[in-house]
Nanobody, 123 residues
Framework: HVQLVESGGGLVQAGGSLRLSCAAS????????MGWFRQAPGKEREFVAAISLSGGYTIHADSVKGRFSISRDNAKNTVSLQMNNLKPEDTAVYYC????????????????WGQGTQVTVSS
């Protein structure tokens, strides 16, 4: 069982940066691949980034490659999303998710979800 809590969202101007954090409960954090998803009003939830159990492999959506970077610290039970050069189209609620097993990009394969944190990027 894993509980996830996101933090770090807020309002930022275009071109700025934010770092989102996700704190996980439990001692088996390292047994889960982790991912970040986002959902804007009127849009479907979309994949943003994912990281393998040990952090050795990452996947980033084409829309955020070169701007966002996912990382994890298994000793602290945290996963982060560093977001640079933010654009208005990045505005969404960002969700942290955990998947038992290998790295995946499909939301239906994730087992646990956080409550989300709002990111708003102004023009």
């Amino acid at each position: 069982h894993v509980q996830l809590v996101e933090s770090g969202g807020g309002l930022v101007q275009a071109g700025g940066s934010l770092r989102l954090s996700c704190a996980a409960s439990g001692r088996t954090f390292s047994s889960y691949a982790m991912g970040w998803f986002r959902q804007a009003p009127g849009k479907e939830r979309e994949f943003v980034a994912a990281i393998s159990l040990s952090g050795g492999y990452t996947i980033h959506a084409d829309s955020v490659k070169g701007r966002f970077s996912i990382s994890r610290d298994n000793a602290k039970n945290t996963v982060s999303l560093q977001m640079n050069n933010l654009k208005p189209e990045d505005t969404a609620v960002y969700y942290c998710a955990a998947a038992m097993g290998p790295i995946v990009t499909t939301s239906s394969l994730y087992d646990y979800w956080g409550q989300g944190t709002q990111v708003t990027v102004s023009s």
